[in-house]
């Protein structure tokens, strides 16, 4: 399994960028995507995350109302589409995967697979 960050760079405050999640090798059908982040010097934090159930979505508060989770199963990717951005918002980004089904943004741990992060940088 393996799950591909990209998307990353470099905006002005109220920019947008979308960050993408390519997962390969899954045979899983119930399973959940999410994104993390996590800023120089803190902890790492969820973002957002999507089933592939039914669709699912979940944000943390800092996340909605700007940023969006989708996924395009034809190309076994998941998207964070962000707007608005914020330096507060500069972090790097990481996709994960829960392989048993559903989980929220709670327990980091309870994500079996992580990608390598992307990077994102908001200027003020």
């Known amino acids: 399994v393996q799950l591909q960050a990209s998307g990353g760079g470099l905006v002005q405050t109220g920019g947008s960028l979308r960050l993408s999640c390519a997962v390969s090798?899954?045979?899983?059908?119930?399973?959940?995507i999410a994104w993390f982040r996590q800023a120089p010097g803190l902890e790492r934090e969820g973002v957002s995350c999507?089933?592939?159930?039914?669709?699912?979505?979940f944000y943390s508060d800092s996340a909605a109302g700007r940023f969006t989770i989708s996924s395009d199963h034809s190309r076994n990717t998941v998207y964070l589409q962000m707007h608005n951005l914020k330096p507060e918002d500069t972090a790097v980004y990481y996709c994960?995967?829960?392989?048993?089904?559903?989980?929220?943004?709670?327990?980091?741990?309870?994500?079996?697979?992580w990608g390598q992060g992307t990077l994102v940088t908001v200027s003020s």
């Open positions: 994960a995967a829960e392989v048993t089904g559903w989980s929220d943004l709670e327990d980091e741990n309870e994500y079996d697979y």
């Open positions: 999507i089933s592939s159930r039914d669709g699912t979505t």
């Open positions: 090798g899954f045979t899983f059908s119930d399973y959940t």
